[in-house]
């Protein structure tokens, strides 16, 4: 009885020293958070870019959108040779908003960099509605037939703005986010 009553007292001081260095460690042995967040001056937006569909929609729960900001928003529309289109896919369940940090430190990085200061990025992105892709596998096949629909667009578009349209983009940089 005695030795059963000192092995249940060792084993819980040995569970409560455990405890009580791993709650030591936590408070007082910990590293400083090195990621800076981006700032942002002027609200960003996300511009509602048309797409003609032909027949039956299967795509109306979804989105293709112009990621903007500031004044920049005036003449987002204003796709001009050598500027480089991106179209932004989110993930699982996310936000087309999840093109806000990428985009704003691109967008100023060509801004303020006089290397790259000719460097003009636009940022499409999608919204699919927040919808449970990893979950429901039918999603991801429609999704991606809408990916490939608003990818035409974004190259049509800028076919249509460009004088020559011979010399017109034949690709879009595609970024997958999460799932995406």
Same mark, same amino acid.
């Given at each position: ?7 249940? %007292? ?10 009580? *260095? ?7 042995? %910990? ?13 960003? $937006?996300?511009?509602?870019? &048309? ?7 299967? %795509? ?14 005036? &003449? ?9 289109? !991106? ?13 806000? !940090?990428?985009?704003?430190? @691109? ?17 499409? @992105?999608? !919204?699919?509605?927040?919808?449970? @892709?990893?979950?429901?596998? #039918? %999603?991801?096949?429609?999704? @991606? $037939?809408?990916?490939?629909?608003? *990818? ?8 249509? !703005? *460009? ?5 017109? #983009? ?11």
């Amino acid at each position: 009885m005695i030795v059963q009553n000192l092995v249940r %007292f060792l084993l819980t001081l040995a569970i409560l020293s455990g405890v009580g *260095i791993g709650l030591f460690d936590y408070l007082k042995n %910990f590293d400083e958070n090195e990621c800076s967040m981006t700032w942002m001056y002027q609200a960003p $937006k996300l511009l509602d870019v &048309s797409m003609p569909i032909d027949g039956q929609n299967p %795509f109306e729960r979804y989105k293709l959108s112009l990621y903007c900001v500031g004044d920049g928003c005036v &003449s987002a529309f204003n796709f001009k040779r050598g500027h480089i289109q !991106s179209l932004v896919v989110p993930g699982n369940a996310d936000s087309a908003m999840q093109v806000r !940090s990428l985009a704003s430190v @691109t967008t100023d990085k060509s801004r303020y960099s006089k290397q790259h200061s000719s460097v003009r990025f636009h940022f499409f @992105t999608i !919204s699919f509605n927040r919808e449970l @892709t990893g979950l429901y596998g #039918p %999603f991801v096949h429609v999704q @991606t $037939k809408y990916v490939q629909h608003a *990818i035409n667009h974004i190259l049509m578009l800028f076919r249509k !703005s *460009i004088n020559e349209p011979e010399k017109a #983009p034949q690709s879009v940089l595609l970024i997958g986010n999460s799932l995406g």
